[in-house]
C-alpha cells in the first residue's frame, strides 16, 4: 500500500512537471519589456576608412585584394537614424505605405531561370512591416517614432530591400561581402572575430550572454544599444572594448548585416548576412560565417550598415 | 597476470566484450566532448573542461574538429554492428578473426589518436594514426564482405521459413553482404574528397542546400557520403535486429529481397550525385529508401505480431488490451521496432515534410533555419541507431525482470522525450516567432536536456556496473564470455 502511494505520487510529480514544462512553453512573451538605457558614447553617424589592400578572406584565409579605400559605418543603423529615414522618404514619396508594410521601388535582379531561382523583377518591395509587435517603431498613419529606450539600438525588422533603400536614399549602398569582412577582420591577421581570437560573455551580445538586455526566462536576449561593447562599465557589466581594427563595433553579434552582393552565385536568390545575432552561438559571430535569406525576409535579430566610396 | 589476461581475453576476444569496450569508448567520448556544446557550453562547462584538459581550440578549426569527433563516434558505431554481424552470421574462423581485429585496432586508433589530433593541437604523427585507423577499419569492411559471400555453399538456407533462393542462397546473408559492399564502396565517396578537402582544410556544411544551387562534384561526394553512411548503418541495424529476433516466414521472403533491392537502388541514386545523373539523384534515391523502409516495416508487424502472439499465447481469445500489454511486455524487444517506427517523426517524416513544404522553407526562413532542420534531423537518426544498439545490448547481456524493464522503458522514454524535443525544434519556425520563441525553447531545451542527461545517466551506471563486474572472479562477464550471439537468436 505504501509503495503504491509512493509509485502515485512520483507519477503526480511527473505529470506535473511535464505540464508545467509545457504551460511554460505557451507562456506570453512581453515584446517590448522596460530596460536600461544606456548611452555608450560611440556616435552612430561615424564613418570609418578601410585602406585599399589585401586581406585574409574566409574561413582558409586566403588573401583578397580589394584595390579601393572605403568608408563603412563605424555601427550598424540605429532605430532613430532609420526612422528619420522613413519619415523623410514618406514624405517625398520614396516610400510608400501598402497595407502592413511599408514599400519601395526596386529595379529587380537578372533572372538566369535556375531551378529555384526566385525572380525579382522590378516593382515595390517591402521595406519594414507596419505591424509587426516586436519592431521598435510605431507608424501613426502619417508618422514613423521610435518606442521610447529604442533609439541607439539597432534597426531590426528590416528587409534587404529596407537596407538597400536607405543606404542609396543618402547616397552610399550595402557593402559587399568582400568590404563588410575585411572592415571587421583588419588586414594583419586571420582572426575569427573582430578583436581576435578569444571570445568571452564581455565581449560581444551573442545567445545566453548574459548581459543587461537579457532574460533567458521570458523574452530571451535582446539586442544592446550600437557600440555598447566599448570597455564600459554599465551597471556593474563590464565590457571589453571588442572594436575591429578600423575602430568598427557589433562586427560581431547584436544583429545579422545584410551585405550588398546580388547573385553571388547564379541562380542563388538569396540575399547574404554575417556577424552572428544576439540570438545565435558565438560560432556564428566568426566574421566568415554566412547566413542568408530572401531579401524580403526580416527579422527581429538581424540589420545592417552601409558603405561609400570615395572616387 | 592471469586476472589481466582472462579479461583481456573476455574484453577483446568475445563478442560481448568488444561491444562492451565500444559501447564504453563512445560513453567516455560522448560524455566528455559533449560538455563543449550546447548547455554545456552556456553554463560555463566548456571554458573550464577546455582549461582543465589544455585543449587547443581555434575557432576556425571547429567544424575540422567535428568532422574528426563524428568519425570516431561512427567508426565505434560500425565497429559494435561488425562484432554484432560476425557474432550472428556463420563465417570462417580467420574471416571472423582478422576482420575483429582490424576494425578493433582500426578504431581505436583513429578514435583516440583523432581526437588527440583534434582537440591537442596538430601533432602530424596522430593525424597519420588517425588515418591509418580509418584505412584498417577499410580494409576490415573489405574482409567482412568476402566474409559474407552469399554463394558460399556452407551457408546456404536449408530451413524454407527463410528468404532464400530456389537454389538454397540465403536472402538475408546476401543483404548482409548488398550492405557490407555498398558501405565499403561509399566510405571511397567520403575518403577521396576528404583527402581533397583535408588537404586544405577546407571545410562545409555535407547538406544539400537547395538555395544554393551550385556544388562542386567534390561537395555532392561529401554529401552523398554523409547520407549514405548513415543509411547504410541504419540498415545494417535493421537486419542486425532481424536476425536478433529471428525474422522468418512469409513477411521475411518478402522483405529481403526488398532490402536488397532497396539498398542497391539507394546506393546507385547517392554514387549517382557526381555523375551527370546529378539531377535525378534524388529520385532514384527516394526510389531506393521505399523498398528498405517497407522491408523495415514488415519486420515491424512482423515482430509485433510474435509478440503478441507469444505473449498471448496462454489465453484463449485475447482482448485489445490483452495484446497491447503482451506487445509492450518486454522494452528490448519492443523498443528497437518502435524506434523504428518512432524515427519516421523525427527523420524519415521530416525528410518528406522538407520535400513537401520547400518553398515556405527556404523562400521564406534563413538559411540557418534549415541548417537546424537538416542537421538536426541526421543528428536524431544517429541518436535513435545507438537507443537501437543499447536494447540490443541490454539482451545480450542478460538483463532481467525489473532492471529489464526499467532499463528498456528508460531507454525508450527519454530517447523518444529527447528526441520528440529536437524535432519540435527543428520545425518551431512553423508555429512561433523569433521573438515569441523563447519560452517554448525553454521548455523544449529542458526536455531535450532531461531526456539525453538522464539516458546518458542510465549508461554511466551501465558501466559502472560492468566495471565491477570485471573485478569479480565468477563475474557476469565470465558467462558471457562462453555464448555467442548466433546461440542467443531469439526461438
Known amino acids: ?311 | 597476470m592471469p586476472f589481466l589476461k582472462s579479461r583481456f581475453q573476455y574484453l577483446f576476444g568475445t563478442t560481448k566484450g568488444l561491444i562492451l569496450v565500444a559501447i564504453a569508448m563512445i560513453a567516455l567520448v560522448t560524455a566528455l566532448f559533449g560538455m563543449l556544446s550546447g548547455p554545456m557550453a552556456e553554463m560555463g562547462v566548456r571554458e573550464i573542461i577546455v582549461r582543465a584538459l589544455r585543449m587547443d581550440l581555434q575557432p576556425a578549426e571547429r567544424e575540422g574538429r567535428i568532422i574528426i569527433l563524428y568519425h570516431s563516434i561512427a567508426m565505434a558505431v560500425v565497429a559494435i554492428e561488425v562484432y554484432m554481424i560476425t557474432g550472428l552470421l556463420g563465417m570462417r574462423e580467420f574471416y571472423k578473426k582478422a576482420v575483429r581485429v582490424l576494425i578493433t585496432v582500426g578504431y581505436l586508433l583513429a578514435m583516440i589518436f583523432g581526437l588527440l589530433f583534434a582537440y591537442w593541437g596538430h601533432e602530424w604523427v596522430f593525424h597519420g594514426l588517425y588515418i591509418t585507423g580509418l584505412a584498417l577499419i577499410f580494409f576490415a569492411g573489405v574482409l567482412l564482405t568476402i566474409a559474407l559471400w552469399p554463394w558460399d555453399k556452407a551457408y546456404f538456407q536449408p530451413d524454407p521459413v527463410y528468404a532464400r533462393t530456389k537454389g538454397g542462397v540465403d536472402l538475408e546473408r546476401a543483404a548482409f553482404f548488398t550492405t557490407a559492399l555498398t558501405t565499403v564502396i561509399s566510405s571511397i565517396f567520403g575518403a577521396v574528397p576528404g583527402s581533397y578537402f583535408g588537404n586544405g582544410f577546407e571545410v562545409f556544411l555535407a547538406e544539400n542546400i537547395i538555395r544554393l544551387p551550385e556544388k562542386t562534384t567534390m561537395e555532392y561526394s561529401v554529401i552523398g557520403h554523409l547520407h549514405i553512411m548513415l543509411a547504410l548503418i541504419a540498415i545494417m541495424i535493421t537486419l542486425i535486429v532481424g536476425r536478433w529476433l529471428n525474422f522468418r516466414g512469409r513477411l521475411h521472403k518478402i522483405a529481403m529481397p526488398l532490402m536488397i533491392l532497396g539498398c542497391i537502388v539507394l546506393n546507385l541514386g547517392v554514387w549517382g550525385v557526381v555523375t551527370p545523373l546529378e539531377p535525378i539523384a534524388h529520385m532514384i534515391i527516394y526510389v531506393g529508401a521505399t523498398p528498405s523502409m517497407l522491408a523495415a516495416l514488415l519486420l515491424l508487424i512482423w515482430s509485433w505480431g510474435e509478440l503478441i502472439r507469444t505473449g498471448t499465447a496462454h489465453l484463449t481469445k485475447p482482448t485489445f488490451l490483452q495484446k497491447l500489454a503482451a506487445l509492450v511486455r518486454d522494452p528490448l524487444k519492443f523498443g528497437p521496432t518502435w524506434q523504428m517506427l518512432f524515427m519516421n517523426f523525427t527523420t524519415s517524416g521530416i525528410g518528406i515534410f522538407m520535400a513537401v513544404r520547400l518553398d515556405e522553407i527556404f523562400r521564406l526562413w534563413p538559411a540557418r533555419e534549415e541548417r537546424i532542420e537538416l542537421t538536426g534531423h541526421w543528428h536524431a537518426l544517429s541518436a535513435i541507431i545507438a537507443t537501437i544498439i543499447l536494447m540490443y545490448y541490454g539482451d545480450i547481456i542478460g538483463l532481467k525482470g525489473k532492471i529489464r524493464q526499467i532499463y528498456g522503458w528508460a531507454i525508450i522514454f527519454l530517447s523518444d522525450l529527447a528526441l520528440g524535443a529536437v524535432t519540435v525544434f527543428e520545425m518551431k519556425r512553423l508555429f512561433i516567432g523569433e521573438a515569441e520563441q523563447q519560452p517554448l525553447v525553454n521548455a523544449l531545451m529542458y526536455m531535450i536536456d532531461f531526456g539525453l542527461g538522464l539516458l546518458l545517466v542510465l549508461l554511466a551506471i551501465v558501466m559502472v556496473w560492468r566495471l565491477t563486474d570485471l573485478f569479480k572472479p565468477k563475474g557476469r562477464w565470465t558467462e558471457e564470455a562462453t555464448h555467442e550471439l548466433a546461440e542467443e537468436v531469439s526461438k
Not at chain 1, 526612422?83 to 514619396?93: E, K, Q, R, T, Y
Not at chain 1, 510608400?96 to 525579382?120: Q, S, T
Not at chain 1, 529596407?162 to 571587421?184: D, F, H, Q, S, V
Not at chain 1, 548585416?257 to 545575432?277: I, K, N, P
Request: hydrophobic share 40%; glycine share 10%.
Open chain 1, 1 to 311: 500500500m505504501k509503495r503504491r502511494v509512493l509509485t502515485l505520487r512520483l507519477r503526480s510529480v511527473q505529470t506535473l512537471s511535464l505540464l508545467l514544462v509545457l504551460l511554460a512553453a505557451c507562456a506570453r512573451v512581453d515584446l517590448d519589456p522596460a530596460l536600461p538605457v544606456y548611452e555608450t558614447g560611440v556616435d552612430p553617424s561615424a564613418w570609418a576608412r578601410v585602406p585599399a589592400g589585401p586581406f585574409y578572406h574566409g574561413q582558409e584565409a586566403e588573401l583578397e585584394e580589394i584595390p579601393y579605400d572605403y568608408e563603412i559605418m563605424v555601427t550598424p543603423v540605429t532605430v532613430a537614424q532609420y526612422v528619420d529615414f522613413l519619415n523623410a522618404a514618406l514624405a517625398d514619396g520614396s516610400v510608400r505605405i501598402e497595407g502592413d508594410y511599408a514599400v519601395a521601388f526596386y529595379p529587380g535582379d537578372p533572372f538566369h531561370g535556375k531551378k529555384h531561382e526566385l525572380e525579382i523583377g522590378p516593382g515595390n518591395y517591402l521595406l519594414v512591416p507596419l505591424a509587426d509587435p516586436s519592431s521598435r517603431f510605431t507608424f501613426d498613419g502619417q508618422t514613423f517614432a521610435v518606442k521610447p529606450g529604442w533609439e541607439n539600438h539597432p534597426m531590426t525588422n528590416v528587409s534587404w530591400f529596407g537596407a538597400w533603400a536607405y543606404c542609396g536614399y543618402y547616397g552610399w549602398r550595402l557593402p559587399t561581402e568582400l568590404e563588410w569582412e575585411k572592415a571587421a577582420r583588419g588586414s594583419e591577421d586571420a582572426r575569427a572575430y573582430p578583436w581576435g581570437d578569444e571570445i568571452t560573455r564581455q565581449h560581444a551580445n551573442f545567445y545566453a550572454s548574459r548581459d543587461p538586455f537579457e532574460d533567458m526566462t521570458s523574452y530571451g536576449s535582446l539586442t544592446t544599444p550600437v557600440g555598447f561593447y566599448n570597455g564600459k562599465v554599465y551597471d556593474g557589466f563590464q565590457t571589453v572594448n571588442a572594436a575591429s581594427p578600423y575602430g568598427l563595433y557589433d562586427m560581431a553579434g547584436n544583429v545579422w548585416q545584410w551585405v550588398g552582393d546580388v547573385h553571388f552565385q547564379e541562380g542563388f536568390s538569396d540575399r547574404l548576412m554575417h556577424g552572428g545575432s544576439r540570438n545565435t552561438y558565438d560560432m556564428d559571430l566568426r566574421v566568415w560565417v554566412r547566413n542568408s535569406a530572401p531579401p524580403m525576409y526580416y527579422g527581429p535579430a538581424v540589420g545592417f550598415r552601409c558603405a561609400k566610396i570615395d572616387r
